[in-house]
């Protein structure tokens, strides 16, 4: 387990803008700071979570298993009316998908539609909304993701338990909140804790954004 330090930061927003340019340029999980006395950990959604202790933190953090991806460069044929559909709920939330550009390259936030050889979703690291893939299987005994083509938003194997909720067709994910939902609470993208979740209707975590569940007739659950 590689160390951290804390970092004191004086600045709250331009010392933040630089570290979280630093944060992605390494390609870290997250960067513990110190403002007026206070401990904070900045995470790759640009969020800071207040924390009293880094120890504590590094602890629940090493306990997580983060899921792998296994790229195949099959050719799959996705279903027409599906990837319209995809298309569709990207146009429909453009807006606050790239209302937000992290390090003035990537956009946060996803869009999956279930079909019916797994699901359709935006990549990881997407700078163009135009670019999707498709997640064949999510094994959450082994962890791993089988995607073809490229790799998939963080969010797949939290996308993977979502669609289990069989009135489940479509799932927004925006970096913004719904005070009308539930919160649950935070955990690393693309790991076994942010994966457990309740699948029956929407919600909200913590320091990170609100989730999306809609049925086939585009009425959110």
Known sequence: MKEYKIINVNNINDDIDILYKKLLDNKEQFIFISYENHKYVLTKEKSLIPIEDEKKFLNIFKDDIFYKSIIKKDMIKINKQDLYLYKYYINKFKKELTKKRYDNKYYFGCVAVKTNNG????????????DYTLIEN???????????????????????????NNKVKTIVHLHEFDNNLPFYDYAFPGTQKDSIRDNR??????????IYLFDKNGNIL
């Open 119 to 130: 699901f359709i979703t935006t990549i990881r690291g997407k700078q163009d909304l135009n």
């Open 138 to 164: 999510v094994n959450h005994e082994k962890h791993t993701i089988d995607v073809i083509s490229k790799k998939a938003t963080l969010n797949a194997p939290l996308l993977d338990i979502l669609f289990n």
């Open 201 to 210: 209707t929407s919600f909200n975590i913590k320091y990170h954004g609100v």
